[in-house]
T-cell receptor
Framework: EAGVAQSPRYKIIEKRQSVAFWCNPI?????LYWYQQILGQGPKLLIQ????????DSQLPKDRFSAERLKGVDSTLKIQPAKLEDSAVYLC??????????????FGPGTRLTVL | QKEVEQDPGPLSVPEGAIVSLNCTYS??????FMWYRQYSRKGPELLMY????GNKEDGRFTAQVDKSSKYISLFIRDSQPSDSATYLC????????????FGQGTRLTINP
């Protein structure tokens, strides 16, 4: 079974520029998550999708971050404009379904963003 | 105060030692407790999960939950250099809510 795919793996941009990350979840997984992991910290949930609907985006800085999940499969996360403090690893995860008390989340390798 | 507290280390032990990793939490609503392992430049991978208090063993790994003290632990027996990684504790409320709340992670090095 193929895992969660993310691209690009690395990105370097200057502050105030825009950037987009792409995620392809495990086939058939209904739920998709984007996490931000700042160096030396644990991942923090930015947004959770169930199919193509948003379940939780309470920690997404909506003035600069946006995300969508096209046709309930792939997802993109965009930052516009980027700030220095956005430097982090952006992790995508997917899980089989929602509704059960707990589902294992499978993580991709992440996109490492550096904002100069 | 953070919902989940974890000592970031770093922790360095010799091969074969028993390793103890710990987290404390403040939200009594947490019901599911996980340990993830994260190798450098990789995503986290699930090691173990437990529900409610008690111990759960899987090979060289034992997860322990004490809900009354809001304290969870991961023990690694006969540690190997391949166990060198960052270990993250994580928790969810459950009841359909799937938002994982992670600790800071402990960076562990096993020296041959």
């Amino acid at each position: 079974e193929a895992g969660v795919a993310q691209s690009p793996r690395y990105k370097i941009i200057e502050k105030r520029q825009s950037v987009a990350f792409w995620c392809n979840p495990i086939s058939g997984h209904a739920t998709l998550y984007w996490y931000q992991q700042i160096l030396g910290q644990g991942p923090k949930l930015l947004i959770q999708f169930q199919n193509n609907g948003v379940v939780d985006d309470s920690q997404l800085p909506k003035d600069r971050f946006s995300a969508e999940r096209l046709k309930g499969v792939d997802s993109t996360l965009k930052i516009q404009p980027a700030k220095l403090e956005d430097s982090a690893v952006y992790l995508c995860a997917s899980s089989p379904r929602q509704g059960a008390d707990w589902n294992e989340q499978f993580f991709g390798p992440g996109t490492r963003l550096t904002v100069l | 105060q953070k919902e989940v507290e974890q000592d970031p280390g770093p922790l360095s032990v010799p091969e074969g030692a028993i390793v103890s990793l710990n987290c404390t939490y403040s939200n009594s609503a947490f019901q599911y407790f996980m340990w993830y392992r994260q190798y450098s430049r990789k995503g986290p991978e699930l090691l173990m999960y437990t529900y409610s208090s008690g111990n759960k063993e899987d090979g060289r790994f034992t997860a322990q939950v004490d809900k009354s003290s809001k304290y969870i632990s991961l023990f690694i027996r006969d540690s190997q250099p391949s166990d060198s990684a960052t270990y993250l504790c994580a928790m969810i409320v459950g009841q359909g809510a799937q938002k994982l709340v992670f600790g800071q992670g402990t960076r562990l090095t096993i020296n041959p």
